[in-house]
């Protein structure tokens, strides 16, 4: 419960129901809540459907306490033992584990895609102030009700305690809080009040509200002590005289806010909304504002054509105390998302009445047969049932006594020797069959609730064996669940929006440094709010919060230490499965997966070894300009390197032409040499020829001259 400031005592008459006059330019609620309307919306509370009692019993069957004193005292009549197995708890705890196991964290997201740094800081803000205020067990606790009954509430607001954390997130128990029930929507967006009752000690009420005390310690001693005469001649105080008079007439009972015994006032926390008809302003970036004239930056773009208002219905929340029929602060909506303060987590609700309802309503029937069966199965193994002659035995009350025993010994008369004249049965056969019952009934309360016995770590006799088959019964299970899932996490949903509109406002419009990805390789600051002088328009700010839209949805990977293993030993298989040389090229991602402090050190000294650089979104400034340093660097030698190849590539060529020359040259000599030989080679053969023709003619000559 926030606590209201006590010096804003409302001195309006409460049966004022009149409406609140304005201009129609800057649009107000229809004034004060009034007693008389306030009145009516607890007559609809006390008209409600009947459906608390019901969860309450509900909430026993899990806590074990699945037996009436009625009931007891029933079976105690009976000989029954008051036996219980207590099957509905280990289910629902493996629902709630499954919650555990599979929880996802907070994003913020922007409606435009420049505006990621700035979605990237709200997201390291709000998930700092998620850590401080403890919103996993405030949910996790509001999701245990949700399951078990069917409703459970998140409270959302301010902590009034200042060595406390600044937020706080609670989980508020059904039976405190009160709601329109002719609201349809799952957010209670369209409800017009939400009333929240606390019990509070006198001391403590009047600290809360010092300005009513006369009144609160008046109230509790039935104004016994208080002098009407003295006191409006005394000291005139009138509004003490007309809170008497309201208290006479109102039709609220006493023992609805007043405990004379222990001193204590049931203090009623109430929001409600009134909707009113006012202009709003449509910004070019999609945002919608209200329209308030009083601004001077809406009337400015309003005086200068950029934007023309428009005509809306607007809603307006409002939060109002009250002790009984006494009215002690009524204010406007603390906060600045105009919702309540309390996120609702229903589990299922019933089509004709609305009435919430959660899987343990599904499981009393077969839990109550279990619980029956094994009393009378427990009675039958210990009963017998005797079918016996009227002068069979002596004395029937001892055979009885005796039967009972099971090392009975009876003794019959002498003259009743016939058979079946004395006959005693066990039950065997009944109990046996009672036994195949309830092992019926049994897996009947997991059935009903759609959790198989793989989901809980159990064996089932001839069912799925192999990996495959129990994650289809494991998925099937969850499947079951995903309607009740589902609206788990559309509340945590607003939960994270709900603390998001407070982190925003504390950051309001100052620079606020925020680093981002802290001890990690992509380490760098985003500035909130960073103001900058523009050269045509004058003072401005990058990442204005005030002026982006920003939503919080929830990662689709889970954010469990179970979950990180699963991926870290997926990681280190598939590092295995690949051949040498390449896993040395995600040997660092592996280093990295793991929980180890130094993890990331590690991992640059392998990126090192190996050759690998980290890329440019993962560098720090520091590290940006010693890489840029060493890109330049390593440009230099490289054209130094490439002016020397140059140089060397010349000399090459020059000293090869150089060459070509002389061989051209020599090449050519030894033409001019080849051909003079030739020529006299050709010389000499013909000489030599014509002397082998003259010869021979000559030869010729002679052998005719011989003949």
Same mark, same amino acid.
């Given at each position: 419960?926030?606590?209201?400031?006590?010096?804003q005592r409302?001195?309006?008459?409460?049966?004022?129901?009149?409406?609140? =006059?304005?201009?129609?330019?800057?649009?107000?609620?229809?004034?004060?809540?009034? &007693?008389?309307?306030?009145?009516?919306w607890l007559?609809?509370?006390?008209?409600?459907?009947?459906?608390?009692t019901?969860?309450?019993?509900?909430a026993?069957?899990?806590?074990?306490?699945?037996?009436?004193?009625?009931?007891?005292q029933?079976?105690?009549?009976?000989g029954?033992?008051?036996?219980?197995?207590n099957?509905?708890a280990?289910?629902?705890?493996?629902v709630l584990?499954?919650e555990?196991?599979?929880r996802?964290?907070?994003?913020?997201?922007?409606?435009?895609?420049?505006?990621?740094?700035? #979605?990237?800081?709200?997201?390291?803000?709000?998930?700092?102030?998620?850590?401080?205020?403890?919103?996993?067990?405030?949910?996790?606790?509001?999701?245990?009700?949700?399951?078990?009954?069917?409703?459970?509430?998140?409270?959302?607001?301010?902590?009034?305690?200042?060595?406390?954390?600044?937020?706080?997130?609670?989980?508020?128990?059904?039976?405190?809080?009160?709601?329109?029930?002719?609201?349809?929507?799952?957010?209670?967006?369209?409800?017009?009040?939400?009333?929240?009752?606390?019990?509070?000690?006198?001391?403590?009420?009047?600290?809360?509200?010092?300005?009513?005390?006369?009144?609160?310690?008046?109230?509790?001693?039935?104004?016994?002590?208080?002098?009407?005469?003295?006191? =409006?001649?005394a000291?005139?105080?009138?509004?003490?005289?007309?809170?008497?008079g309201?208290?006479?007439n @109102?039709?609220?009972?006493? /023992?609805?806010?007043?405990?004379?015994?222990?001193?204590?006032?049931?203090?009623?926390?109430?929001w409600?909304?009134?909707?009113?008809?006012?202009?709003?302003?449509?910004?070019?970036?999609?945002?919608?504002?209200?329209?308030?004239?009083?601004?001077?930056l809406?009337?400015?773009?309003?005086?200068?054509?950029?934007?023309?208002?428009?005509?809306?219905?607007?809603?307006?929340?409002?939060?109002?105390?009250f002790?009984?029929?006494?009215?002690?602060?009524?204010?406007?909506?603390?906060?600045?998302?105009?919702?309540?303060?309390?996120?609702p987590?229903?589990?299922?609700?019933?089509d004709?009445?609305?009435?919430?309802?959660?899987?343990?309503?599904?499981?009393k029937?077969?839990q109550?047969?279990?619980?029956?069966?094994?009393?009378?199965?427990?009675?039958?193994? @210990?009963a017998?049932?005797v079918i016996?002659?009227?002068?069979?035995?002596?004395?029937?009350?001892?055979?009885? #006594?005796?039967?009972?025993?099971?090392?009975?010994?009876?003794?019959?008369?002498?003259?009743?020797?016939?058979?079946?004249?004395?006959?005693?049965?066990?039950?065997?056969?009944?109990?046996?069959?009672?036994f195949?019952?309830?092992?019926?009934?049994?897996?009947?309360?997991?059935?009903?609730?759609?959790?198989?016995?793989?989901m809980?770590?159990k064996?089932?006799?001839?069912?799925?064996?192999?990996?495959?088959?129990?994650n289809?019964?494991?998925?099937?299970?969850?499947?079951?669940?995903?309607?009740?899932?589902?609206?788990?996490?559309?509340?945590?949903? &607003?939960?994270?929006?709900l603390?998001?509109?407070?982190?925003?406002?504390?950051?309001g419009? /100052?620079?606020?440094?925020?680093?981002i990805?802290?001890?990690?390789?992509?380490?760098?600051?985003?500035? &909130?709010?960073?103001?900058?002088?523009?050269?045509?328009?004058?003072?401005?700010?990058?990442n204005d919060i005030?002026?982006?839209?920003?939503?919080?949805?929830?990662?689709?990977?889970?954010?469990?230490?179970?979950?990180?293993?699963?991926?870290?030993?997926?990681?280190?298989?598939?590092?295995k499965?690949?051949?040498?040389?390449?896993?040395?090229?995600?040997?660092?991602?592996?280093?990295?997966?793991?929980?180890?402090?130094?993890?990331?050190?590690?991992?640059?000294?392998?990126?090192?070894?190996?050759?690998?650089?980290?890329?440019?979104? =993962?560098?720090?400034?520091?590290e940006?300009?010693?890489? /840029?340093?060493?890109?330049?660097?390593q440009?230099?030698?490289?054209?130094?390197?490439?002016?020397?190849?140059?140089?060397?590539?010349?000399?090459?060529?020059?000293?090869?032409?150089?060459?070509?020359?002389?061989?051209?040259?020599? &090449?050519?000599?030894?033409?001019?040499?080849?051909?003079?030989?030739?020529?006299?080679?050709?010389?000499?053969?013909?000489?030599?020829?014509?002397?082998?023709?003259?010869?021979?003619?000559?030869?010729?000559e002679?052998r005719?001259?011989?003949?």
């Amino acid at each position: 419960m926030r606590y209201a400031a006590a010096d804003q005592r409302e001195t309006q008459d409460y049966d004022d129901d009149l409406a609140t =006059e304005d201009d129609g330019t800057y649009p107000k609620t229809k004034g004060p809540l009034t &007693l008389h309307r306030y009145e009516n919306w607890l007559w609809e509370i006390n008209n409600q459907p009947f459906w608390r009692t019901e969860a309450d019993i509900e909430a026993d069957y899990y806590d074990n306490n699945q037996l009436t004193a009625s009931e007891l005292q029933d079976l105690h009549d009976r000989g029954l033992a008051p036996l219980v197995t207590n099957l509905i708890a280990p289910t629902v705890d493996t629902v709630l584990g499954m919650e555990a196991k599979s929880r996802t964290e907070w994003k913020v997201a922007p409606d435009e895609d420049d505006n990621d740094d700035m #979605a990237e800081a709200l997201n390291v803000k709000l998930h700092e102030a998620e850590r401080i205020a403890k919103v996993d067990r405030a949910v996790s606790d509001a999701y245990a009700g949700q399951i078990k009954v069917g409703l459970h509430w998140a409270e959302v607001s301010r902590e009034f305690d200042p060595f406390a954390p600044p937020y706080r997130v609670k989980a508020v128990h059904r039976r405190e809080i009160w709601w329109d029930w002719l609201a349809r929507e799952p957010d209670l967006s369209d409800a017009r009040y939400l009333v929240r009752r606390r019990w509070t000690d006198e001391d403590l009420a009047i600290l809360m509200f010092p300005d009513h005390a006369d009144l609160i310690s008046n109230a509790l001693s039935g104004w016994n002590d208080w002098n009407y005469e003295l006191d =409006e001649n005394a000291t005139g105080n009138t509004w003490l005289i007309r809170e008497w008079g309201i208290e006479q007439n @109102s039709s609220i009972e006493e /023992q609805e806010w007043l405990d004379t015994d222990r001193r204590r006032v049931c203090i009623h926390e109430c929001w409600y909304r009134d909707w009113v008809r006012g202009k709003i302003l449509r910004l070019p970036n999609g945002m919608v504002v209200e329209y308030n004239p009083k601004n001077p930056l809406h009337a400015e773009a309003v005086v200068s054509g950029l934007i023309k208002p428009q005509s809306a219905i607007l809603s307006k929340v409002r939060l109002a105390w009250f002790i009984g029929p006494h009215k002690l602060v009524d204010m406007d909506s603390p906060y600045p998302h105009n919702k309540f303060p309390y996120v609702p987590f229903f589990g299922k609700r019933e089509d004709r009445t609305g009435v919430p309802y959660g899987l343990i309503r599904s499981m009393k029937s077969p839990q109550d047969e279990v619980n029956a069966r094994k009393r009378k199965m427990m009675w039958l193994l @210990s009963a017998r049932r005797v079918i016996a002659d009227e002068d069979a035995v002596a004395n029937h009350e001892v055979a009885a #006594a005796e039967v009972a025993r099971p090392d009975s010994y009876i003794k019959l008369k002498k003259d009743r020797r016939r058979e079946n004249a004395f006959k005693v049965d066990d039950n065997v056969d009944l109990s046996v069959q009672q036994f195949h019952v309830m092992q019926e009934a049994k897996q009947e309360v997991q059935d009903a609730a759609g959790v198989y016995n793989q989901m809980m770590g159990k064996d089932m006799p001839g069912g799925a064996t192999s990996g495959i088959a129990i994650n289809s019964l494991v998925e099937q299970g969850s499947i079951t669940l995903a309607e009740m899932n589902d609206n788990y996490r559309y509340s945590r949903m &607003l939960v994270g929006e709900l603390l998001l509109s407070l982190v925003k406002e504390d950051i309001g419009d /100052q620079e606020t440094a925020v680093l981002i990805a802290k001890g990690t390789d992509k380490e760098r600051t985003v500035v &909130l709010n960073q103001a900058f002088n523009h050269p045509q328009i004058g003072p401005m700010r990058n990442n204005d919060i005030a002026r982006t839209k920003m939503s919080v949805v929830l990662e689709d990977v889970p954010n469990t230490p179970t979950y990180k293993a699963q991926q870290l030993n997926q990681l280190s298989e598939l590092t295995k499965a690949l051949p040498p040389e390449m896993q040395a090229a995600i040997v660092d991602m592996v280093v990295e997966a793991t929980d180890l402090k130094q993890r990331h050190d590690i991992a640059d000294r392998l990126r090192k070894v190996n050759g690998m650089g980290k890329q440019a979104d =993962e560098m720090t400034d520091e590290e940006k300009a010693i890489a /840029q340093q060493q890109q330049q660097f390593q440009q230099q030698m490289q054209d130094l390197q490439m002016r020397e190849q140059q140089a060397k590539t010349a000399k090459a060529e020059a000293e090869a032409k150089f060459t070509g020359a002389r061989t051209e040259k020599t &090449l050519a000599e030894t033409a001019k040499i080849d051909q003079t030989t030739d020529h006299d080679i050709d010389s000499h053969a013909l000489s030599v020829a014509e002397g082998a023709k003259r010869l021979t003619e000559h030869r010729q000559e002679e052998r005719a001259e011989g003949e």
